[in-house]
């Protein structure tokens, strides 16, 4: 996954939560403003991830058909 540091943390715990073996890479962070803005809401949102992941037990909405990266292609 490419992303900010901060949804890179949520998807892999929640990638791996469900047996995906993800790699996250991290783009540029926001400037300070946004910075802050997103710090604020990123906490909401890891509460609940581990509500998704452990109360909830949401399942995915978005999966497709699995892409294997760097495998035999054979």
């Known amino acids: ?8 943390e949520r ?8 047996g995906i073996d993800a790699i996250g890479f991290n783009a540029t962070e926001v400037d300070a403003y ?11 949102a890891r509460v609940k991830t581990v509500l998704d992941v452990h109360v909830i037990n949401r399942q995915s909405r978005f ?8 495998g035999d292609e054979a």
């Open 11 to 18: 998807a892999i715990y929640t990638s791996r939560h469900h």
């Open 63 to 70: 999966l497709g058909e699995p892409i294997v990266i760097g």
């Open 1 to 8: 996954m490419v992303s900010q540091q901060f949804h890179n």
């Open 34 to 44: 946004n910075g802050f803005m997103t710090s604020c809401r990123e906490q909401l």
